[in-house]
């Protein structure tokens, strides 16, 4: 069994002009077909435990044979952090969540506002590459960042909202100006989608 990028969810200018075509189409077709075509060499000839979504994978890593393990941290967690990524943004997003979640997030930071800033200067704090998550974990949301390409299901918590700060996501619109793409991702999250995460965390 094979790994496969799936198409987005969108088309590859729908996140203008805050997310520019020419890096998500780079990103999209390029970044993450290139984890999905590692993950797959690395798995070739392994067993049924591949047969599994890799989000079910990363949640179990002792399952995945060492010699491969940090193969699947690196290029599965690509895989599974990237589809994450797209399927949380989408076109005419932003705002704030509504219902449950909002009343979580106020009940967890104090308001909506008070979340937005300790997530923006936590993924400001990201050194070299790496993501910034909000997760819920045993119950509690949290914000949380990975290097590299781990995935926070391999810590026991469930991803519901990310961005990825690699310089690759933002660089060709943003040069070095992470906190400018950091300020300007609020506008395409797809916060339907986050509460619908929400609501089927189980962790
Ligand atoms: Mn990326």
């Known amino acids: 069994m094979a790994y496969t990028l799936a198409p987005l969810p969108y088309e590859y200018s729908a996140l203008e002009p805050f997310y520019d075509a020419q890096t998500l ?8 077909q ?17 047969e ?4 079910e994978v990363l949640k179990n890593l002792s ?9 699947v941290i690196n290029h599965g967690g690509g ?20 219902s449950v979640l909002i009343e979580k997030i106020n009940a967890t930071w104090g308001s909506f506002e008070a979340f937005k800033k300790a ?6 704090a990201v050194f070299g590459s790496g993501w910034t998550f909000l997760v819920v974990k045993s119950g509690k949301l949290e914000i949380v960042n990975t290097s590299n390409q781990v995935s926070p299901l391999s810590n026991g918590a469930y991803p519901i909202l990310v961005i990825d700060v690699w ?4 660089y060709l619109k943003f ?3 992470r906190q400018e793409w950091i300020e300007t991702w609020w506008n395409v999250i797809n916060w339907k989608k986050v509460e619908e995460l929400y609501l089927s965390a189980s962790v």
């Open 79 to 98: 895989h599974a952090n990237h589809t994450l990524f797209w399927n949380t943004m989408g076109p005419n997003s932003g705002g704030q969540p509504s």
């Open 119 to 124: 997530f923006n200067d936590q993924a400001l």
């Open 34 to 50: 290139t984890y999905v075509t590692k993950l797959n060499a690395a798995i070739e000839g392994q067993g049924a435990l591949f």
């Open 175 to 177: 040069q070095n100006r």
């Open 63 to 71: 399952l995945v044979p060492e010699t491969i393990r940090n193969a």
């Open 52 to 55: 599994k979504p890799i989000e």
């Open 25 to 32: 189409e780079i990103h999209h077709g390029k970044h993450h």
């Open 167 to 170: 310089e690759h996501a933002y």
